[in-house]
């Protein structure tokens, strides 16, 4: 699935999103970004800028990054910690997007249907049905397919930021027991969680050789 970006339906979020970054992942913070690729990437090496999967990836990382990392030294995230950066000004309008961008949820999703522009879905980790009014994109979602993904609410509905995580469908089984178990043990961090299926998820692209079920696995030697 190649979802549409969130520029094309939330512009001012994008861009905003965007200028944080620019500060937070710039030549100050070279070596942060260096350490949160050999984290994120479970020290996979260098991204093929060739790959098909290259842009999508990145989007993973940066989302990741913005929303869910804690800078060294800082405890927080980018986005927690925007306020700090005396280079950065921000405007009223831009101060609200982005106290709504704190509201996001971050989950495992699962497409359940398409009807009358509106994608329905089911937020797993809490067992939830949601609705996406008007989605912007239609086409390319698969029934049962689980994915992972960031959403802003606006205006009674939800904006996807860019980093999706689409699973195999092979890997339904695990991914399910995976958030089952979250679900009972209150201690489990379900962020530590997303980040493994995401490591999984690209070694599933690097090692087409190798069955989902040796990935996708708690004793997974790959």
Not at 150 to 167: A, D, E
Not at 206 to 211: E, G, L
């Amino acid at each position: 699935m190649n979802p549409t970006a969130l520029s094309d339906s939330a512009p001012n979020y994008a861009d905003l999103i965007q200028k944080v970054l620019n500060h937070f992942a710039g030549a100050q913070f070279k070596e942060e970004i260096r350490m949160a690729k050999i984290q994120f990437f479970d020290n996979a090496g260098i991204l093929d800028e060739n790959s098909p999967s290259y842009d999508l990836r990145m989007n993973q990382f940066f989302d990741w990054y913005f929303f869910t990392r804690e800078l060294a030294g800082i405890g927080q995230t980018p986005l927690e910690c925007y306020h700090v950066a005396r280079e950065l000004r921000f405007t009223a309008e831009e101060l609200a997007l982005i106290e709504n961008l704190k509201n996001h949820r971050h989950s495992l999703f699962e497409f359940l249907k398409i009807k009358d522009g509106d994608v329905h879905l089911k937020d797993l980790l809490k067992n939830e049905k949601m609705i996406v009014k008007q989605s912007p994109w239609i086409y390319g979602f698969e029934s049962e397919e689980i994915f992972e993904a960031r959403m802003i609410p606006v205006n009674g509905s939800w904006l996807f930021t860019k980093g999706f995580c689409f699973h195999p469908k092979e890997a339904r089984k695990f991914i399910l027991s995976e958030v089952k178990r979250h679900r009972k043990d209150a201690d489990l961090n379900p962020e530590d969680m997303m980040l493994r299926l995401v490591r999984m998820r690209y070694k599933f692209e690097r090692y087409r050789h190798v069955k989902v079920e040796m990935i996708y696995s708690n004793e997974s030697k790959v």
